[in-house]
């Protein structure tokens, strides 16, 4: 059978949409496809465009490639325009006088930015902003100037400012209507928007109707508007609009709109059959759709219509969701409340600058548009709600209303949703396609987005997406995929037997055996972590080095300017005067900010590498051990004063805290593990807040178990009570080491306990009563990690090989000079960002 | 540019380099060498050369140790946010000698 011939003009996001889908159909060979192209290069990622200002390439954004389209026999034709359509000869000629004819044909000839008709429009440095070469000329335009003007207030426009802001320009924004997003937000989302913008340093000139473009005085040029103000600036970027590109269909007598745009029907087809017409240069019931995702619904409609489908085209929806200069923006079906009769809630937080808007049906029971400026977290719940006509709850307001304390969101869950909600739009994925995705076996959302597409196009849709496929799951009675990354496939605790049991101590070792690739920032701490309980090695051996976070690699925690903090170990809290001279004096030394800790104990703030073993080796000298503030271990035992000095102490709870310091510091467990010890019930210790707490009574003492403070407080249980020294410690011995065995990543007493299955009773026969006939074999492990121990940082000062890691430089002995210190309170503090630049140009009228 | 010597890139490792103050971070992985711009673009620190590496999804990546985003070593495209992205430098070996292209 001889092949049809299709032929597409424009390779842009839809006419390349198209390809790949008509090659994806079950029927493929039976046609022959060749793209016309006017730009020098196939389709690329025209809605990622701005990357290129960050640094992405032509490359980078590219969706296709020449060797694709050569592989599946797609021929091409680059830098050619067609400039002739014969519908009745079936061909199509372009400006280089090739002529092709064709079976079918598929206008996606786009669209083009609008340049308003102002006198002076056409000199150089003014420009717009659409393609590759466009941005090229942007940037070689800004090189040459210092101030530039975006005409044009909507989303393109915007977007285009942050352009020009991050080329270092001052930057304009001048707008015809009276606020910004006209189409998109209502006037108090605009105003919001607005001044978030400005406070970015983006002047915003609304009601501005630009008349004429003259010379400048100060500037390249000066725009005088209509008020007879005027703005000067040495560029201007024309972004007020996108028209259709329907030459081809008004001149060869296509039926075309009256404001522009290829009329098309239900099935994408023009007023001629076999011509269709796609993306943003078609005409749908008047409308036309400057949006991606509606322009690749087309070409899905089209591929159905040529290959025998039934699918259609009946509009989309244009909700939007953005970040504009970092500010997010959304805007959902009727934004402005154009429905009569329409009711409105508005929520608004002057102080944080939020505004959110609800706008709901006549009789208040549905959801027919949104406005969300500076938290758009909102966004996909609602836009669910909106699309799927689903009844808002009994007070709609709670859906943007923030979710007070303890109170979780009221958004109407996944499953209030219908199978047919579109989850992904820019790839038209329902709910009912991700479920059955699922049920097919992909399980985590990475396989969702390879086999459904969702989540890969915009990227909004990932969260909901996620919570769509975990709900199914939990349907499904999977448990929800517990793997520790890609790399493995077992959860912490089987690792850690596989560690345990196969005497393992190298994560080369387990990934070879049990698991594939070669790791991650997710595996390597972790099995890290296990080996270290397991075996306690010193982490900075070179086997176990690369396995280990900058924090326990350095020895030290890493601080938001990359320098680092030192916190020696202060068992008890109890300290001599001579070491506290000793740390006030390497404080000064080295111009450290110094602070007594939550944990009883002083922190140095603000080390930079190559200073961190000169620093120890003084601290060592002095008396200290590492602290381990940077692992995932044993910190500190908070001790109260106790027996020894306070009137009420039962108890010697600084010895107690001590002794339980020294026995267990260096021990490395899935998450950071507290203690505390009080010398009586009053509890100034708040050993009840703690991993392990410790109260002395009359009876002996205390054990509470499971406590935490951070980020969720719970309360210790109270474990046993009436206790001497030594069953103390063998019960806090087997705890520490089953809660090591059977934790999971990250996960700390507290939250390990909440999901252990048979609770506190449980825990309680595991240890006390060695139900399972572990105890003497944790106890066993216990003493093994505690013999072990070392010191770290000693070792490490001690070997001139490890040393080197600490250079900032390989190649030079310069400091690192992003980092920058002001003083405040007579101690260092990290610069703010406005201080660094000034630091930066202060040094650079020095050098100069 | 002459860097370094090459015993001083340690497998899975990275270094940070200085070259006319453009900080620069380079790896050993599977024995090839990458390198990339060490400032974290989302923190603004230059710590990318103390980040973990390994791979993701297929792609070699080093994780930023301050917010963990990835960064592709040989694009220095961030994973996250493709949109982002570090500088990625030419880097060879010769004569047990370590070169970057900047
Ligand atoms: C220095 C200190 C604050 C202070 O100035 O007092 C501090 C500083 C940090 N805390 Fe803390 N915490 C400090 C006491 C606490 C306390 C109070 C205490 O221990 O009595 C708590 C609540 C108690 C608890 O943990 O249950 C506390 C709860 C947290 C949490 C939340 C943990 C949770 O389970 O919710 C984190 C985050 C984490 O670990 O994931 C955290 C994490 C951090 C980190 C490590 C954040 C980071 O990754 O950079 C901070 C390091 C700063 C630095 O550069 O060194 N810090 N942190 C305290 C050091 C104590 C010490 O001597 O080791
Ligand atoms: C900076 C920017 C940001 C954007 N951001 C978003 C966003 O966040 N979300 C969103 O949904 N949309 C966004 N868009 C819009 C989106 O890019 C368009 O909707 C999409 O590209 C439309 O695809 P298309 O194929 O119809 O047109 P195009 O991608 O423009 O492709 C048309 C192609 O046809 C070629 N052509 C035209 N006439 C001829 C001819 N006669 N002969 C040969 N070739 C011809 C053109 O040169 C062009 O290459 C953005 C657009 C820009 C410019
Ligand atoms: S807990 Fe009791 S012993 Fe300790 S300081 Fe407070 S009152 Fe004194
Ligand atoms: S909605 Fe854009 S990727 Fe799914």
Request: charged share 25%; hydrophobic share 40%.
């Amino acid at each position: 059978m001889k092949k049809q011939k299709i032929v597409v003009v424009g390779n842009g996001m839809v006419g390349h949409k198209f390809i790949d889908t008509l090659l994806a159909s079950s029927n493929a060979d039976q046609y022959q496809i060749v793209t016309i192209a006017e730009e020098p290069r196939l389709a690329y990622d025209r809605v990622q465009l701005s990357a290129y200002f960050s640094g992405s390439t032509a490359e980078d954004l590219m969706l296709t490639s020449e060797t694709y389209y050569q592989e599946k026999g797609v021929s091409y034709k680059l830098n050619e325009k067609v400039v002739e359509l014969k519908p009745e000869e079936n061909c199509v000629v372009t400006a280089s006088g090739h002529k092709e004819t064709y079976d079918q044909l598929v206008l996606a000839t786009g669209s083009y930015p609008f340049v308003p008709p102002v006198p002076g429009r056409e000199q150089p440095h003014c420009l717009v902003y659409r393609t590759i070469e466009d941005l090229e000329a942007i940037t070689a335009s800004a090189k040459q100037s210092k101030v530039g003007v975006v005409v044009g207030g909507g989303l393109l426009g915007l977007e285009a400012a942050n352009a020009l802001k991050n080329l270092g320009l001052e930057t304009h924004v001048v707008e015809f209507a009276p606020r910004l997003m006209a189409v998109q937000l209502d006037e108090g989302g605009g105003q919001v928007l607005r001044s978030k913008i400005e406070k970015l340093g983006v002047k915003v000139h609304t009601e501005k109707n630009t008349q004429e473009i003259v010379a400048g005085e100060k500037c390249r040029y000066r725009m005088i508007f209509a008020d007879g103000n005027y703005l000067e600036t040495d560029m201007i970027l024309f972004s007020a609009g996108i028209r259709p590109r329907d030459e081809l269909a008004r001149k060869f007598g296509l039926g075309v709109g009256e404001r522009g745009g290829i009329v098309i029907n239900n099935y994408c087809q023009t007023t001629v059959p076999n011509i269709y017409a796609i993306g943003e240069c078609a005409l749908w019931s008047n409308r036309i759709f400057g949006l991606v995702a509606p322009g690749y619904q087309m070409a899905r409609v089209a591929v159905s219509h040529i290959t025998g489908g039934t699918e259609q085209f009946l509009g989309a929806d244009m909700s939007t969701k953005l970040k504009l200069l970092g500010v997010e923006v959304a805007s959902i079906g009727d934004a402005q409340a154009r429905t009569p009769g329409a009711l409105s809630y508005v929520y608004q937080d002057g102080i944080n600058e939020i505004y959110k808007r609800l706008v709901l049906s006549p009789d208040g029971k549905k959801l027919i548009g949104a406005v969300l400026v500076g938290d758009s977290s909102a966004y996909g719940n609602l836009l669910q709600i909106c699309l799927n006509h689903m009844e808002v709850p009994e007070s709609p307001e709670q859906l943007i209303v923030p979710a007070s304390d303890g109170q979780a969101a009221t958004g109407l869950g996944v499953d209030a949703l219908p199978e047919t909600a579109t989850i992904c739009s820019c790839h038209d994925v329902s709910k009912g396609a991700i479920c059955c995705a699922v049920r097919d076996g992909a399980t985590t959302i990475g396989a969702i987005k390879s086999s459904t597409k969702a989540g890969t196009g915009c990227g909004g849709c990932v969260a909901l997406a996620t919570q769509v496929m975990n709900s199914e799951l939990t349907k499904l009675g999977v448990d929800i995929c517990t793997d520790v990354c890609e790399h493995f496939s077992y959860t912490r605790q089987e690792l850690y037997h596989l560690v345990r049991v196969g005497n393992i101590r190298t994560f080369e070792e387990l990934i070879e055996k049990h698991g594939r690739g070669l790791g991650c920032d997710i595996c390597k701490p972790l099995v890290a972590s296990i080996l270290a309980s397991c075996w306690n090695e010193l982490i900075m051996k070179n086997e176990l080095a690369h396995l280990q976070d900058t924090n326990d690699y350095f020895m030290a925690n890493m601080q938001k300017s990359g320098t680092y903090s030192i916190v020696p170990r202060v068992a008890g809290g109890e300290i001599t005067p001579d070491k506290l001279i000793a740390l006030g004096m390497v404080g000064k030394k080295y111009r450290l900010y110094t602070k007594i800790t939550g944990g009883q104990r002083i922190d140095l703030f603000g080390a930079q590498l190559e200073d961190l073993p000169a620093i120890w080796q003084e601290l060592i000298d002095a008396g200290f051990e590492t602290g381990h503030a940077y692992g995932k271990a044993v910190r500190t035992v908070k001790s109260c004063v106790g027996s020894t000095w306070c009137r009420y102490g039962v108890l010697d709870s600084v010895g107690m805290a001590i002794a339980i310091e020294e026995r267990y510091k260096g021990l490395r467990a899935p998450h950071k593990l507290k203690f505390a010890v009080s010398g009586c019930t009053r509890e100034c210790a708040e050993a009840q807040s703690k991993d392990v707490g410790v109260i002395a009574t009359e009876n002996g003492w205390s054990l509470y178990v499971c406590g935490n403070g951070g980020m969720k407080p719970r309360h210790a249980d109270l474990f046993a009570t009436g206790l001497d020294d030594q069953t103390l410690l063998k019960y806090i011995d087997r705890f520490l080491m089953f809660y090591v065995r059977t934790a999971d990543r990250l996960q700390r007493t507290s939250v390990w306990m909440d999901n252990l299955e048979g609770g506190l009773k449980y825990l309680k026969s595991v240890i006390i009563d060695d139900k399972l006939g572990v105890g003497a074999e944790l106890e066993k492990e216990m003493q093994m990690v505690i013999d072990a121990y070392q010191c770290e940082w000693k070792s490490t000062i001690s070997d001139p090989e490890k040393l080197k890691r600490f250079r900032t430089f390989v190649n030079s002995n310069k400091r690192d000079n992003t980092v920058v210190f002001v003083e405040e309170r007579e101690q260092i503090r990290p610069a703010n960002e406005e201080e660094i630049v000034r630091f930066v140009e202060a040094n650079e009228l020095e050098t100069a | 540019m002459d860097i370094c010597d090459s015993s001083d890139v340690l497998p899975n490792l990275g270094v940070r380099a200085l070259v006319n103050d453009e900080q620069i971070a380079i790896y050993r992985v599977q024995g090839q060498l990458y390198a990339i711009g060490s400032i974290d673009p989302f923190s603004g620190a230059a710590v990318l050369s103390r980040g973990i590496v390994g791979d993701v999804k297929g792609q070699l990546v080093v994780a930023s140790p301050i917010y963990k985003q990835h960064f592709n070593l040989a694009t220095g495209v961030c994973l996250e946010e493709p949109s982002v992205r570090v500088k990625s430098y030419p880097v060879r070996e010769i004569a047990g000698r370590v070169q970057v292209l900047v």
